[in-house]
């Protein structure tokens, strides 16, 4: 009775022990949706968020580049004290308490210290600045190089978050297919023994199976270990910080999207444009460096309040005016940074027709490579279906003891093999056709 008492205990142990363990398991699992996921990558990513940060500083540099058309103003107060002869008639004189006693020679030679304070507000007003002008132009192409590099670099994590997520989604069905595989082949190493035991089977096709159980169940555990992996780069294209082992609510499937073949490369994909931009800001620094031989001219005022006290305001002054500069020779500087900045454009405009003619190759190779693995769907599945009958026709000649071990298992390696490239060719499939829209700036 206690025996019993004790198995029934333990028993029930064991079951809820087990429940246990698979909630935990489960709750280790995160079902996330390929939206979910593209969602959290723009909002976390950090290439994302770096590409968001360079975004504002040149928006930060184009605001800047107001200078050259708002006024400056500045403000100080300077205190100063000093028992110089010139500066401190000078002082007074500012302070306007000039009278005929500070004309006395001796206090004209040995003055007393003489404190001076003046309060100033100066106002810098540009009015024509040609360089200045071509420099805002660099500053506004770079925000809108900017903000077109931003908005690839949300594409292009965004199909890189479609790829990864097809990987995890093409783990998750590896694990499946090996899962049925080692049950399937344990169903044969029980069948196997039965037929050993009556004698129908010979000892070295037992080690057969136990060899192709242990390949099965390593294969089975790399999967697994490939699902952990590609999850966790999953994770970190989302930005998250603490990695969880994620699993796709919905399964690998072929996308059954029509392609357009005949299309061309579009200038308005966001890389693109960003390179357009880069060409244009060169021209501008180009036309600004030559801009310098022409003069600037910029209006100017001051106004002064001083006295000999902190604070007071005796007398106020002011000086207003316009300022005409021109560098008509910088010792070769600026015919050296005109040379200079012609060869830099001579340099973007060659990478501009490189990156295109890049593009254009990229596409034409995207193309092919859809055109490959359209056909190699095709002959995966095909390949599939004949190994699976394969297989069919085998095990049945086996179950009535007309097949060999060997070619029962060698027929379901094959069979599994196929599966394998099967789903393998539909993620390479899928993939072709996220990457041809990417490139095609759909």
Known sequence: MKHQFFYSYLK?????????FIQISNAQEKAITLQDAINSAKEKNRSILIANQQLKAAQADYNKSLGIILPQLNVSHTALATNDPLNAFGFTLQQQHVSMASFDPNKLNNPDRTEHYVSQVQV???????????????????????????????????LEVKKVYGQLQLMYQLVEVYKAAEKTILEHKKMANNFFDQGFLKKNDLLEIDIHVTDIQNQLQNAE????DTSAYLNFLMGVENFTTLKPTEKLELNTEKIDLNGSLSTERSDLKAAQYGVDAQKSMYNASKMKFLPNINAFAN???????????????????IRMSWDIFKGFQNVGEVQKQKAELKIAELNLDTYITYSEMELETAKRQFINAENALQLSLLGKNHAEEALKIRKN????????????LNAETVYLQKQLAYLQAIFEYNFTISHLKFIQNQ
């Open 303 to 321: 106004f002064n309040w001083a006295d000999d006290e902190f604070l007071k305001t005796q007398s106020d002054s002011y000086m207003m005016g």
């Open 12 to 20: 029930i142990t064991i079951t809820l022990l087990t429940i246990l």
């Open 225 to 228: 270990k490939l699902v952990k």
């Open 124 to 158: 810098l007003q540009p009015l024509i600045n040609v360089d200045g002008i071509f420099y805002r132009n660099v500053a506004k192409n770079g925000l809108n190089a900017r903000t077109s590099m931003a908005t690839h670099t949300s594409n292009y994590t965004e």
């Open 397 to 408: 000649r086996f179950d009535q003891g007309l097949e060999k071990t060997a070619d029962l």
